[in-house]
Nanobody
Framework: QVQLVESGGGLVQVGGSLRLSCAAS????????MGWFRQAPGKEREFVAA????????GYADSVKGRFTISRDNAKNTVYLQMDSMKPEDTAVYYC????????????WGQGTQVTVSS
């Protein structure tokens, strides 16, 4: 049973930083892409960043490029999202997700963690 457990959310001031973690378990993720998504109140869920587990290839939404960094620790089976220079519009529930590199659809999702940026 695949499990993705996010942690690290909380309240931060504008311009501050926060690091989210996603602990993955239940299978070998070497052929997987790990992604971060977010959903703000009244809005649809949107892509934030993704990383391939094996090669560490990354991709970012334009809205976070240059401010957020996704990384992974293979030994700990954990993916991170370092968020810097945060803005009020970064406020959302952040979700970790996983998909096979050959698939277009994310099959596994975490429960989400709330991030609130106050001004």
């Amino acid at each position: 049973q695949v499990q993705l457990v996010e942690s690290g959310g909380g309240l931060v001031q504008v311009g501050g930083s926060l690091r989210l973690s996603c602990a993955a378990s239940g299978r070998t993720f070497s052929t997987y892409v790990m992604g971060w998504f977010r959903q703000a109140p009244g809005k649809e869920r949107e892509f934030v960043a993704a990383i391939t587990w094996s090669g560490g290839i990354t991709g970012y939404a334009d809205s976070v490029k240059g401010r957020f960094t996704i990384s992974r620790d293979n030994a700990k089976n954990t993916v991170y999202l370092q968020m810097d220079s945060m803005k009020p519009e970064d406020t959302a529930v952040y979700y970790c997700a996983a998909r096979d590199v050959r698939s277009l659809q994310y099959d596994y999702w975490g429960q989400g963690t709330q991030v609130t940026v106050s001004s």
